[in-house]
């Protein structure tokens, strides 16, 4: 273990200076991370606590509600970790730099193998403990976990980590040796499709629209069998709900705990014989060169037709923000993933109870502005992924950009326009499938599509600003950079922008809708001024983080 740690201090030392410099930006960072860290923290846990809360009160099967939302957001957090962890363990083993030196020195296969694994679970997994905080804070409390939970909880968390970065790293393994090594890159476009596949037959087999339509089944009994049985009695996330809520429950059942630690043991024995065996084959192909040879690109000449009427200027660099996406496999790959998910997230909204007997004038217009927000969550988390890494991606050549005659200003524009029409398109796409599918009035069509368009300007403008100022130039795999300091606080600025968003346009929204519905005199100056307001926001929102942005480069700050 202390040949183990050695190999890890190095990693220590470099994010303990970054975390830890001197400097206002610095301390300023810090000071804005705990203020939007806290408020968003409280959001999530007061939305928890009110709703177990709630379930508690629900004598027989309030439990058994509270543990299938857990194993609903367990099994998420599940799948989160699987997907980062297969993207990050190809740069942990394989790409990263100090790779050459650790490969050739005297280490211990065994050693290198732990070094990299935690390393590899720590890159992928520090927001996923974050997120999991206020959830596990809210159960211990309103079930009286007690002072022991603390302790069951992270002998339920710690598996959950470490499962999925094992099995991410060997499915990395296996890739690379199966694979051409001149395409050792690409692989994660597989990858990415198996694990979206993987995601929505997960999604498919939790079939959450049963819980949404209790009279469907034929007595009462039948509802209680769903909501007892697992999503499936393989996964480690049930495992671990089965867990948690056996101890809240005082029904403590220690076969979860033996399940979810001896499946951990297990998995890590079976890894490091996997590494002992390909790991020099796999390490050896992924240093081949990956040149090609030059063919003729229908899509480049298409490309350039359609930005004729652009200056050659733009449009070279237009040009070359498309070849630097298209060229980096671990990028367009993941279009796939995104492809899938709205797939799955329109596929449930089909079945969501709308026009059944029960459902109030309020539920059926209140569903179609939380659709709008959930579209706006799924939208900045595309912007995070695509967009906020724009500026980081130069690297080294930002300096070439800054000593020519071009303006920064049309090179952060020419990023922005890039990923903020297929963004736009996107967007679009999901807020009118959906409200086709939610049967909303031609009023409610009209705001869905107006509030979008001004959400997705928004939300890319924010992802624009936030990457240029929390930049990572030196990052080996661009999955890793929407999970630094500057992507969580992105993430955490564009939920409330959304929220905010949302606040203003509902209430003078409905309060319209009903007057005209049940009669009335329908002042809409209410509404106007709810429009008005989120345009402001949202072209604030726009602006304010490009101008931002382009001063930092101009500057030469970023």
């Not at 339920?156 to 980590?161: Q, S």
């Not at 094992?166 to 050792?184: D, E, K, Q």
Request: aromatic share 12%; glycine share 6%; with cysteine.
């Amino acid at each position: 273990m202390r040949d183990l740690f050695h190999l890890l201090l190095p990693k220590w030392w470099t994010a303990r200076a970054r975390s830890t410099g001197s400097g206002r930006s610095r301390a300023t960072r810090w000071i804005f991370f705990a203020i939007a860290g806290g408020f968003f923290w409280m959001f999530v846990f007061g939305v928890l606590y009110r709703v177990l809360g709630y379930f508690r009160g629900i004598p027989e099967i309030g439990a058994l509600l509270a543990g299938k939302l857990l194993g609903l957001m367990l099994l998420s957090f599940f799948s989160l970790l699987l997907l980062s962890n297969i993207v990050t363990s190809l740069s942990s083993f394989f790409l990263a730099r100090d790779l050459d030196l650790l490969v050739s020195a005297p280490v211990d296969w065994l050693r290198l193998y732990g070094a990299k694994l935690l390393e590899t679970a720590v890159n992928s997994s520090w927001m996923v403990v974050l997120m999991a905080l206020p959830v596990f804070t809210a159960y211990g409390l309103i079930y009286d976990g007690g002072w022991w939970y603390p302790l069951v909880a992270l002998g339920v968390f710690i598996p959950l980590l470490l499962i999925p970065a094992v099995i991410g790293s060997a499915i990395t393994l296996l890739l690379v040796n199966i694979f051409p090594a001149r395409r050792t890159r690409e692989i994660l476009g597989l990858v990415t499709v198996l694990s979206a596949a993987a995601i929505a037959l997960l999604v498919r087999l939790i079939r959450p629209e049963q819980l949404a339509r209790p009279e469907s089944f034929r007595s009462l009994v039948d509802f209680i069998a769903l909501l007892r049985t697992p999503a499936s009695p393989l996964l480690p996330s049930e495992w671990a709900q089965t867990g948690m809520m056996s101890w809240l429950t005082y029904e403590p059942d220690y076969l979860p705990f033996i399940l979810l630690w001896s499946t951990t043991a297990g998995l890590i024995v079976l890894g490091a014989a996997l590494h002992q065996r390909l790991y020099a084959q796999g390490f050896s192909k992924s240093q081949e060169s990956a040149s090609r040879f030059k063919k003729p690109d229908p899509a480049k000449s298409f490309a350039r037709r359609m930005l004729a009427p652009l200056s050659i200027r733009r449009r070279e660099m237009v040009l070359k923000e498309m070849r630097i996406f298209f060229r980096d496999t671990t990028q367009w790959s993941q279009l796939i993933l995104l492809a899938v998910l709205v797939a799955v997230y329109i596929f449930n909204i089909k079945f969501l109870p709308l026009r059944t007997e029960g459902v109030t004038f309020l539920l059926a217009n209140i569903v179609p502005f939380l659709n709008l927000a959930i579209a706006g969550f799924v939208l900045s988390a595309v912007a995070a992924r695509f967009v906020f890494p724009s500026v980081s991606l130069e690297g080294r050549t930002l300096w070439l950009l800054r000593s020519s005659p071009l303006p920064m200003t049309d090179v952060l524009w020419s990023k922005f326009w890039v990923g903020t029409l297929p963004l736009l398109i996107v967007a679009l796409a999901i807020v009118f499938i959906t409200n086709v599918l939610l049967q909303v009035t031609e009023f409610m069509m009209f705001v869905s599509i107006g509030t979008i368009t001004l959400l997705t300007f928004a939300l890319s403008g924010l992802a624009m600003g936030f990457g240029t100022m929390f930049p990572q130039y030196e990052t080996e795999n661009a999955a890793q950079i929407p999970t630094s300091f500057g992507g969580l606080f992105y993430m955490m600025t564009s939920i409330a922008l959304i929220g905010a968003v949302v606040i203003l346009e509902a209430r003078p929204v409905y309060s319209y809708v009903r007057r005209l519905t049940y009669g009335g005199d329908a002042d809409p100056t209410e509404m106007v001024m709810g429009f008005v307001l989120v345009g402001v926001l949202c072209v604030a929102a726009t602006l304010v983080p490009l101008r931002l942005a382009a001063r930092r480069l101009e500057l030469g700050e970023a």
